[in-house]
């Protein structure tokens, strides 16, 4: 197929253009004035007036993921129809090998899980859970497949790492030229609060916030990067939610560490108030909400570059999942819906809001993870050869947030009610239209898994 996409203002990471946009078959075949002229299509679509995105990407979602036995609402399917919707073209899940399975193993069987079933093309992190001497040749197989980053633990029985292991890991993901991503949070003053906490009858959700306050993030933030000062690897770290972090990963950037932050729409929107509320059980996430100034430390983030991408963590668990345990924050599955909903509340609250500039939006919506992760030129951004995934925007679309509205598999959302104001209209993904008007276009799931390898 070929379209000619007229007229729209292109929205890159360092500026704004009105010009064509030429898509043969999968992808962007030429951008200027006045194409049609020169090239035959087989559609023209209008877009004046309103703003092109590339495709975004979500560098961090769980599709699906088991706690405790239970499993998340979203499958691969569903999943990434709702990205779809919401605008993202490309997602980012994990392999997480199962006991006694080895990294590679499971890479391979997480990709067999996808294929066939992904609307969004797709990618994989690799979670390393073990320490064994095979691993210098497990991390570089995978490399070696197109899987460049590899996800650490600082916390949660069958997951966690200690700091010797993750120094070596850091050193062996160097080696293979590969990133190192982190879930930083110190599990000993986790446990110790929470054990203190219980022993005193306090179960309520507010606890969960007061058991995993700003210091737990930051000494695990400050941890790993002296650690990777002195192994001097490539590094990010997964949903930061503390200011006091974010201040960490600046000065370490200003030292010169390759390292690189990335935060979640529901840090920038909410705060550990929503935990007193009467269904404060559904907010639980980890790590935990934090305060208003946390949450505006992270917007100055956005602002000033500190933060350098925003992901969702899309984990999904029902109403009915999350109230069983609503007495016991400790036994909550914690997660929340996002996939669909971050460019709609990225667009209210930063642009809208905080004045925070459309090319900034795709910088770290689309730009900067794709440069991060090994998916640029082909991924996350608009130029003749890439891809040809774009969304064309209404931005002045008032629209009211509702879960019923939504393809999200689950039956809340964190911004229920919310007003928002701009909505995708068109969706494409590698020059097919999935989502056009409100209405689901696409017929059967063509997501390709893609390779990748750090420049």
Sequence with gaps: MKFLIRGGKIVLSNGIIIADLLVVDEKIAAMGKDLAASFPVDRTIDATGKFIFPGLIDAHVHLPWESDGVSSGDDFSSGTKAAICGGVT?????????AGESITVAVERRIDEAEGACYTDFSLHAAVTYFDASLPEEIARVVERGITSFKLYMLYPGLRLDSGEIYQIMHWVKEAGGLIGVHAENGDIIHTRRALFLNQGHKEPFYHYLSSPAVVEAD???QILFLNEHVGGRLYFVHVSAGES???IARAKDRGQTVYAETCPHYLALTAAEYNRPDGYLFLVSPSLKSADDRDALWNGVMNGSVDFISTDHCP??????EVHKDDFTAVPNGMPGVETRLPILLTEGYWHRRVPLERIVALTSYTPARVFGLFPQKGTLQPGSDADLVILDLEKEWTLRHEDLHMNVDWSPYEEWRCRGLPELVMRRGEIMYEDGE???DSAHGQFITRKIN
């Excluded at 490309?90 to 199962?98: C, G, K, Q």
């Excluded at 668990?317 to 999350?322: H, I, P």
């Design 90 to 98: 490309t997602i980012i899940d994990f392999a997480v090998p199962v």
């Design 220 to 222: 695990a933030v400050n």
């Design 246 to 248: 974010l201040a960490l």
């Design 317 to 322: 668990f029902s109403r009915e999942q999350k």
């Design 440 to 442: 689901w276009i696409a």
